[in-house]
């Protein structure tokens, strides 16, 4: 089983553009989680689309491993959303960024040290991966985040591409 954080999007009837969320799905590949995706969406039926994707498999300098047993370590995962402002775009700027940190007070210190220069920069969602993400509901079993600590650090890998989801 993979974890995914997939970005989505579509149009609501009651927003003047387009909307946008990220779930988190463990299914055994992208494909399997369209049916779970359909099911979570709330916004105008027809309108779900795919924007980017990445399988969670590694974040900053540990690998993210999936297991039926609880993981014992001190070390969470962490989903943080970060925003700000760029003087010459007319919208709030978005990074999202998987960290390992022992509580919510590091993991938002941590992310917040990688901000680019916006104005005002700030945290708008933060949220322990384990207890927030939907870890069992394509595969009907629940499963555990396990970290595991390696000697480089890698770069998340993600993919972006629309893809309709009719």
Same mark, same amino acid.
């Given at each position: ?42 916004? !105008? ?8 994707? !990445? ?32 003087? !010459? ?21 941590? !992310? ?55």
């Amino acid at each position: 089983m993979k974890l995914f954080a997939i970005y989505i999007g579509g149009e609501h009837p009651a927003a003047h553009i387009e909307i946008h969320d990220v779930r988190f799905i463990v299914a055994p590949s992208l494909k399997a989680t369209h049916d779970a995706l359909r099911r979570q969406w709330w916004g !105008a039926p027809g309108t779900l689309h795919i924007d980017c994707w !990445a399988e969670i498999d590694h974040a900053d300098g540990y690998d993210v491993q999936l297991r039926p047993e609880p993981y014992k370590g001190r070390e969470r995962l962490f989903f943080v959303n970060l925003g700000g402002y760029d003087p !010459a775009d007319f919208a709030e700027q978005h990074r999202n960024m998987f960290v390992v940190a022992e509580n919510v007070t590091q993991a938002k210190a941590r !992310a917040m040290a990688t901000l680019p220069a916006w104005k005002e920069g700030h945290r708008d969602d933060l949220y322990e991966a384990e207890k927030a993400f939907a870890l069992h509901e394509v595969i009907g079993e629940k499963l555990h985040i396990h970290l595991v600590a390696t000697e480089t650090a890698r770069p998340p890998k993600f993919a972006c591409r629309y893809t309709p989801l009719k």
